[in-house]
C-alpha cells in the first residue's frame, strides 16, 4: 500500500510539472530529457528529468523505471530523486543529489522481497543548451540499513528537449 501511494504521489507530482511548463512561455521553455542509465540508482533504467525553472540549470528532480528480467528473478526498481546541476558554459555540468529506489524481487509473484534504499549523485553531465544528445557519468552512493556502500556508479545516455 504503500509503494501504491508513493508512486501515485509521484506521477501526481510529474503531471504538475508538466501542466506548470504547458501554461509557461514558449519562447524560454523548461529544460527536461529522457536518459537510459547503467548502474546507477536504477540498475539499468529509462529516466525523465526536468528542471523546476527555465534556465536549464538549478534544481530539478529525475525518476525512472528500470530492472533486470531473467527466468528465476525479476528486479523492478523506481529511481526518484532531486538533483541540481550547475555549469559555466550551459554545455558541461556539474550534478549532485538525493533520492530513494524502491526495490521488487519478482512482482509478478505479489513481490517475494519489497524495499528501498537511499543514494546520492556525484556526477558529470554532458548536455547542450537547445537540446540534443546528453551523457552522464556518475557515482552514487548507495546507503541502506547495512551501512553506507560509497563506490557504486552509472553511466547514461539520452536526449535533452
Known amino acids: ?17 508538466l501542466q506548470a511548463q504547458q501554461n509557461g512561455s514558449s519562447n524560454n521553455v523548461y529544460s527536461k530529457s529522457i536518459f537510459f542509465e547503467l548502474g546507477g540508482p536504477g540498475l539499468a533504467s ?10 536549464g540549470q538549478g534544481l530539478g528532480f529525475r525518476a525512472g523505471i528500470g530492472g533486470i528480467p531473467d527466468y528465476d ?3 523492478l526498481t ?21 533520492g530513494f529506489t524502491i526495490i521488487t524481487v519478482n512482482p509478478d509473484d505479489s513481490g517475494i522481497f519489497s524495499g528501498s534504499f537511499g543514494h546520492t549523485t556525484f556526477g558529470y553531465r554532458l548536455q547542450p543548451k537547445d537540446g540534443g544528445f546528453t551523457f ?5 552512493p548507495v546507503i541502506t540499513e547495512d551501512g553506507i556502500f560509497p563506490f557504486y556508479g552509472g553511466i547514461g545516455f539520452g536526449w535533452k528537449f
Open 78 to 98: 523506481i529511481p526518484v530523486g532531486l538533483n541540481y546541476i550547475a555549469s559555466k558554459d550551459n554545455r558541461n555540468f556539474f550534478e549532485f543529489g538525493a
Open 46 to 55: 529509462v529516466n525523465y528529468d526536468m528542471r523546476f525553472n527555465k534556465t
Open 73 to 75: 528473478v525479476n528486479l
Open 1 to 17: 500500500m504503500k509503494k501504491i501511494v508513493l508512486i501515485t504521489a509521484l506521477l501526481f507530482f510529474m503531471t504538475s510539472c
Open 136 to 140: 552522464r557519468a556518475t557515482m552514487n
